[in-house]
């Protein structure tokens, strides 16, 4: 706009003074300028950008190989182009990486026509999340600077990093309480205090089983029915608002958070019982946006709107995977936490009323808490008071924070209560419970 400006004025001033100098000033700036326009568009539309994963779902620790190809298909060779493979710039922050860059990601070339060229850089998976990588960014232009043109050369991948598995020493959720107060779905355990008729006797049978009176009575030897009633298996149900973390203990309280959930799921898998998940939680690919063209852009910050849209308001649907058996159901599970960003639209308590005619009776309640609340402790205490079997993992309180949940959860009759203070005590997060004598000791 500047300098069509220019170039007007001059034109003007060379037809009022009646001067050929300035005229043919004019003339070459036009052409020039015209020229510029041409190359940097011909320059920009000739090249072919192409990105190479060996894989889009990683554990944490892992180095994943990015491999960029560039090919220009243009007839004018190009003096100078600047290729750049945009990433989050919160994965890749100095002092909390979630993504740690080794290698390059941006290379300066100079290219003739069918000319290939290729960069290359690793990330190392330091922290789980679900990550952009790309849109690759493309900008060149005339050798003078007069022209830039800007695009975005190839589609973006998306890299998914699974939460890391805590190996429990143990799982005594449900093991602690042989018989519970619930009949169950499946019946898989019998409560021997609860007698649900007689058989005849079968060889095999332990004399333990044998109904003596009924026996005498029908003078063939009779033995016991008892009632499946003990809990088996585990629903997780993770609160991950927003409010709960402070920008203090971030990433490092959330990511506890997570591995709990995940651990403990890890560990119900191994005894072969159901389990699943509920949580308040956003889904991150509810932010990725689809864009099927490689358009020109004006700006690099207009590059930058191609990435994850985190002002994007959050959904108000809970993150929610119902109770299954198998490693499958688990690797489902851990792409799911893989995702999960935290929410400040969706508080527990809301989460726990859209999911609870989905919650089973015959699973025990483990409630995953970086906070607690009033209304929380009043709705995990209604669920006790229906006849839900509830456990409480609280994560990293201070001693007076931990005092202050433990009484809102005793008044509520949530009394089995664990606290995972930080990854090295994870292991251990079955074996200690908080003291009901003394909030702040394990035992």
């Known amino acids: 706009m500047y300098w069509l400006l220019g170039i007007t004025l001059i034109g003007f001033s060379a037809q009022v003074l009646g001067s050929g100098l300035l005229a043919f000033s004019a003339y070459l700036m036009a052409l020039i300028l015209i020229s510029s326009r041409m190359l940097a568009w011909h320059w920009a539309s000739g090249l072919r950008i192409e990105r190479k994963m060996r894989c889009t779902l990683a554990e944490v620790g892992d180095k994943v ?120 779905v499946m019946k898989i355990f019998e409560d021997p205090t609860r007698i649900a008729g007689v058989r005849d006797y079968e060889p095999g049978d332990p004399m333990s089983r044998i109904h003596w009176k009924a026996s005498a009575r029908t003078g063939v030897f009779q033995c016991k029915i008892f009632e499946p009633t003990c809990l088996a298996g585990a629903m997780i149900l993770l609160d991950f608002h ?28 191994l005894l072969n019982q159901p389990f699943g998940i509920g949580t308040n939680a956003t889904d991150a690919a509810f932010n990725v946006q689809e864009n099927e063209s490689e358009p020109e852009v004006d700006t690099r910050a207009e ?80 669920l006790k008071q229906q006849g839900f079997a509830v456990s409480v993992v609280l994560i990293q309180f201070d001693d007076e924070g931990l005092n202050r949940a433990f009484k809102k959860l005793i008044s509520n009759g949530i009394r089995e209560i664990r606290h995972a203070i930080d990854q090295e005590s994870l292991p251990q997060l079955c074996r200690s419970q908080i003291d009901r004598t003394s909030p702040l000791s394990l035992v």
Not at 319 to 348: C, I, N, T, Y
């Open 65 to 184: 190989r990015v491999k960029v190809l560039v090919r220009y298909l243009g007839l004018i060779p190009i003096p100078w182009v600047i290729l750049e493979d945009l990433l989050p710039e919160d994965a890749v922050d100095s002092r909390h990486p979630f993504l740690k860059l080794k290698g390059k990601r941006l290379k300066v070339l100079s290219m003739f026509s069918m000319q290939t060229e290729e960069f290359s850089y690793s990330l190392e998976c330091m922290h789980r999340g679900f990550f952009q990588i790309g849109p690759v960014f493309a900008e060149t232009g005339d050798p003078f600077g007069f022209m830039r043109r800007y695009r975005i050369g190839c589609q973006p991948f998306y890299l998914l990093v699974l939460p890391k598995i805590t190996h429990l020493l143990g799982y005594d959720l449900t093991s602690r309480r042989p018989i519970g107060e619930i009949q169950m």
């Open 242 to 269: 927003e409010s709960n973390f402070p920008p203090r203990g971030e990433p490092f309280r959330s990511e506890l958070a997570i591995d709990a959930a995940v651990s403990l799921a890890h560990a119900v898998c």
């Open 303 to 382: 590059a930058r709107t191609f990435m994850l849209d985190s002002s994007r308001p959050n959904h108000l649907q809970p993150m929610f995977l119902p109770s299954r058996r198998g490693v499958e159901h688990l690797q489902l599970l851990r792409e799911m936490m893989g995702r999960a960003l935290k929410s400040d639209s969706l508080k527990f308590s809301e989460m726990i009323r859209e999911v609870s005619i989905h919650l089973p009776r015959d699973l025990t309640l483990v409630a995953v808490l970086s906070g607690v609340t009033e209304e929380t402790a009043m709705m995990l205490g209604n």
